[in-house]
């Protein structure tokens, strides 16, 4: 029985199971999740360096005409220590052309009455580089979580995953991952905001707020716990944001304490042996800490998505007893060749297949030419 049927004749019931399978899964197939974990590394890091470069080049023009600003309603005695503060020096006025020497400070005709506009340029531009900053981000980091669950959608299918074609596969449904992010979001911003507004509306007692907080940190606990499945649906059944929602939650609702007991079993574990790391790499020096922490971050961010996946597929497979050949079937769509998409074979066909091939005869011309 190779990996990937294993994989769907044992699905895990327990915490244990779960911590099992996640384990197994990376141990087999470590190197192509901690390639798109490493890409992840990369693509973040690239779009902030232009996200800043772009910051940078706004924020100059506006802190430019703020300065300007400043000059123009300054006494002008009080000039030099402006000039001297933002490079400007009296040695380069003198440079300049007599006809130049005052074109300094007369040439923005900016008055007074402009403070309330160059305010709100100034508001609109930080909300506006805050949202750039926000969507840019976001839609890389789903990307790469489209491609982490892709590729581990191939190892259950019984595929080899690709990274690079993984990425392909994350950035095509990079909208939908992302829409659904957005929504989560909302969904607990409006939380947060019901919460909070009935505790100013009704001047609640310490009491009476602590339990409310209580009862905010359990819808969020179990909102968190039947969402753990879109992502993943999204991914594997190529369906919207608010089909992955829906989705998730029927999937879901039968297994709320499998779910978040397999949750908080894994970060328990994360959180300990990162600690006992943490304390083993603090005795080895500044640059192999450095290293080896730098090596446990990337270890972690490639597993955690692993146990995700775990329990959608041992939800899947429990509830609605999908087989891994109707699972390779319905993931046929991905996997695409120069002669247009190909699907899997059949556990049947490929006994067909491997009776055939033990009856060739050897001595053939044609079996010759291809060996």
């Not at 402006?82 to 900016?110: C, E, F, H, M, W």
């Not at 994350?170 to 992302?178: E, P, R």
């Not at 992502?231 to 297994?255: D, H, M, T, W, Y």
Request: net charge negative; proline share 3%.
């Amino acid at each position: 029985m190779d990996f990937s049927n294993q994989l769907f004749e044992s699905p895990p019931i327990g915490v244990d199971g779960v911590l099992a399978q996640g384990y197994h899964i990376f141990a087999a197939y470590w190197m192509p999740l901690v390639i798109i974990t490493c890409l992840r590394i990369l693509a973040i890091s690239g779009t902030m360096a232009i996200l800043a470069g772009f910051t940078v080049v706004v924020a100059m023009t506006y802190i430019t005409m703020l300065v300007n600003f400043i000059k123009n309603i300054m006494p002008d005695n009080s000039r030099y220590l402006l000039d001297y503060s933002v490079g400007v020096s009296g040695a380069s006025r003198l440079l300049d052309a007599p006809d130049n020497y005052y074109k300094y400070y007369t040439d923005d005709q900016i008055g007074d009455d402009d403070l309330p506009k160059i305010a709100a340029i100034g508001i609109i531009t930080i909300i506006s580089l805050v949202v750039l900053w926000v969507i840019m981000l976001s839609l890389v980091t789903s990307t790469f979580d489209g491609a982490m669950y892709h590729a581990l959608a191939q190892i259950y299918a019984g595929g080899a995953p690709t990274p690079i074609n993984s990425v392909k596969r994350g950035f095509a449904k990079k909208w939908n991952v992302y829409g659904f992010k957005l929504l989560f979001s909302c969904a607990i911003i409006g939380l947060t905001l019901v919460v909070i507004g009935l505790a100013a509306l009704f001047q609640a007692s310490f009491s009476l707020i602590f339990a409310s907080y209580l009862v905010y940190v359990i819808c969020f606990v179990l909102l968190s716990t039947v969402c753990v499945a879109a992502i993943p649906a999204i991914v594997v059944e190529g369906i919207s944001a608010v089909q992955g929602f829906k989705r998730s939650l029927i999937l879901c609702k039968k297994f709320i304490c499998f779910i978040f007991c397999s949750e908080l079993g894994y970060r328990v574990i994360f959180i300990i042996a990162a600690t006992i790391l943490n304390l083993i790499f603090g005795e080895l020096g500044t640059f192999l800490e450095i290293l080896g922490h730098f090596a446990v971050s990337i270890a972690f961010s490639s597993i955690k998505p692993i146990f995700a996946f775990v329990l959608y597929m041992s939800m899947r497979i429990r509830s609605e007893n999908i087989t891994r050949d109707e699972f390779a079937e319905e993931r046929s769509h991905d996997y695409d060749s120069d002669y247009g998409s190909l699907p899997f074979a059949t556990a049947q066909e490929l006994v067909i297949v491997e009776a055939l091939a033990q009856h060739v005869d050897t001595e053939l011309p044609a079996y010759k030419e291809l060996v």
